[in-house]
């Protein structure tokens, strides 16, 4: 890959991150800004990818003082939740239903492993600026 394709993708995710910071979990923004120029960028687009595709709904609203082990297991019944409505789109008889899923996939065992390592690590580094955390 190019030294301008880098800074470009790297300009772009850091746009990306600010856009982030205003909309988003301060603490996953936070993690975000911070991680830019410490992490590859196919880590940084994962890291983006699980917070906008499945924690953002769940936890956007969520303070990190508030955030125990419910809040993040509501995180992952969202994905089944999301599968199941998938795969019944998929053996729908309508052939609307099927192609509005086409082309999607569910999410599976190994993604949610690294979602739950996205939230472990973002919750770690808040703990190591000393972010409000919940006392468990």
Known sequence: MSRWHRC??????????????????????????????DIRESTLLSYVS???????????DVR????FVPGVEQVFTRIDEKN???????AS??????????GKRPTGPVTK???????????????REHVAMPVS
């Open 93 to 102: 008889d309508d052939p609307q239903v099927r192609a509005s899923v086409r």
């Open 113 to 127: 492993q690294r979602i739950r390592a996205t939230i472990r690590t973002v919750l770690a580094s808040a703990k």
């Open 64 to 67: 990190l003082d508030r955030l």
């Open 8 to 37: 470009s993708i790297r300009t772009r995710l850091a746009v990306a991150a600010s856009t982030v910071v205003a909309l988003l979990c301060t603490a996953m923004a936070a993690f975000i800004v911070a991680k830019l120029k």
């Open 84 to 90: 199941e409505a998938l795969l019944a789109a998929r």
């Open 50 to 60: 699980h917070w906008q595709t499945h924690i953002r709904e769940v936890l956007a």
